[in-house]
Structures are given as C-alpha cells and as structure tokens.
C-alpha cells in the first residue's frame, strides 16, 4: 500500500462526528475506525497500540539503540470527519495531473474554480484528489492519519536512527472535543505535532479559543389572522439575535488574530428557532466578550 492507496482507504470509511451526541466517541462509526487503524499501525510495525474506551487510538515506535535518551516526539491527526457535510458513501476522485481549469464534480452542482480557490493555480501539473460532490472527501484529517503511518513506514523502512516516536489518532475534534480524554503524561511525547490541515511546509505554533454556541428560541404561534398582540414568532427573534452580533465580525470580514461569530447552520418555524454559531478569538480576553456578548443579547431579548 502507498501513500495514496492507503488515503483512499481510509477516506471510504464514514467517521463523521455529531456535536448532539454526548457520548465518547461521538459517533459508533468512529470506534469502527479506530479498531481499523490500530490493526493497520500494528502490521506498520509501531508497538503497545491501544484504543482507549473515548476512542483514542496510540501506539508508540521505541527508540533507535543510542537514541534513547533523545526527547519524545508525538505526531497527532483526527480520524473524525466534519458533520457540515455528509461523510457517507465517499468516492475520491483522482485527478491524476491537474490542467488548472475548472473542477466539475460528477455528482452535484458545485464546481471547484481556481477563480474561486486561487490557491489550486499552485497545484499544477499535480494529482489533484476531490470527492465527487455529493460527500466531503474527508482529508480532514484522513491525509493526516495516511501521512503519520506513512512516514513511520519509511522510517523503519530506511533503518534511520530515531528517538522514541509517540502516535495518536483522536476522535471529534471538529465539534471541539478532541482533547476531551486525551491523556497528556501517558501518552509521554515531550513535544508533538498535530499533521492537519494547511499548506505544505506550513507550521502553525499558535491557536485560538473556541466556543460553539446553540440559540434556541421558544416562540408562541397562533393563526396569522388573530396573531395581534399574541404571536411570538421564534424566527424573527432568531434573526433579532443575528442582527445584535457585530456585522464587522464575521469570518469573511476577519484576518489574522481578529476574532469572530460565525453562524454555521439556523433552522426556524413560528414556534421554535435554532442558531448555531462557532466563536473563535486568540485573545483569551476578547474571547470571554465575545461569550458575554451572547448572553447579554439573550437577556435583553428575554
Ligand atoms: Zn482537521
């Protein structure tokens, strides 16, 4: 298996996580993954592989003779795949060298432009791997998952000398919950990287607070002919409370370290309205306003 086999592989398997799920893992799907991977970085030659009842997947390559007293180097990737979009049924599409025009999905009706990614311009010539347009392809994080392994296959491979190297393969860590059971002394890397995401030869040291927030409203509904003076309609309160959130911070009018609500997924009828938004911010202190914003607006609007 290469490194391209073994992606494929792995993006087939559906791991999406469900931020309503209070169980650990969030998802069945994902513990089935996790016993597939663990087989799979066994028979890849690391040691003491272990799934951990939250899902957590580690297993450890042990030092090199002389090398043992180097420090403990961790590598992380999430197996979980994003619940914005379906994970089911996934069918990657290989594009074996990328011309640099438009990207048409056979199944439906988003094309992938380099008028609107600029950043597939850099990929020429290249292979290219999307899914077919009716799934999310998953390499969030599965391209992680494939490097690590793949990586370590070609150190052993290689025979090249090495300090003890600690693996993990986390479940939900698009709802926020990644580290929930993580155990930071026993898995006893001194450093560690997560491999996701980003452009190659991308390094991120810094990362942002982050907070989901669910708004629901409960509204009062009544027949539109007689409504005067009675009916509460929940969705107009719903998007009183988008209209209360600073316009100026919203992803797409944010950079850098600046801070924003973005509202992801809104569902409404006259009785019942839901908002779900994702708030992030690197400032620990702006981040704390942000959440007390919300709740100032809930108050004025109770
Ligand atoms: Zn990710």
Do not use: W
């Not at 926020?176 to 997560?194: H, K, P």
Request: glycine content about 8%.
């Amino acid at each position: 298996m290469n490194l391209l086999e073994r992606f494929i592989k792995y993006a087939k398997y559906e791991t999406t996580s469900d931020p309503l799920s209070e169980k650990s893992p969030s998802t069945e799907t994902q513990m089935a993954f996790a016993a597939v991977l663990a087989d799979d970085i066994e028979e890849a030659g690391l040691k003491n592989v272990k799934i951990s009842s939250g899902g957590i997947v580690t297993a450890e390559l042990p030092a090199t003779e002389g090398c043992e007293d180097l420090p403990v180097i961790g590598f992380i990737a999430h197996m979980d795949t994003s619940p914005d979009m379906s994970g089911r049924n996934v069918n990657p599409i290989i594009i074996e060298i990328y011309d640099g025009n438009d990207i048409v999905f056979p199944k439906g009706v988003d094309i992938l432009s380099p008028k609107d990614f600029p950043d597939l311009k850099n990929h020429l010539g290249k292979t290219l791997i999307t899914a077919d347009g009716s799934t999310l392809l998953g390499a969030d994080d599965k391209a992680g998952i494939a490097e690590i392994i793949e990586a370590i296959i070609k150190v052993l491979e290689n025979d090249i000398p090495h300090g003890k190297v600690m693996v993990a393969f986390t479940p939900d860590e698009e709802i926020g919950r990644g580290v929930e059971n993580f155990d930071i002394s026993s898995f006893g890397a001194d450093f560690a990287y997560t491999v996701d995401g980003g452009a190659v030869n991308l390094i991120q040291y810094e990362c942002f607070n982050a907070a989901s927030l669910k708004v629901s409203v409960s509204g009062f509904n009544i027949h539109p002919g007689t409504a005067k003076d009675k009916m509460v309609n929940a969705s107009l309160i719903a998007m009183e409370f988008d209209s209360m959130l600073p316009v100026q911070m919203r992803p797409q009018f944010t950079e850098g370290y600046e801070g924003f609500f973005h509202l992801s997924k809104m569902s409404g009828s006259e009785q019942q309205a839901s908002l779900f938004y994702i708030i992030r911010d690197h400032s620990k202190q702006l981040f704390e306003e942000k959440k007390s914003l919300a709740l100032k607006i809930c108050d004025f609007l109770n």
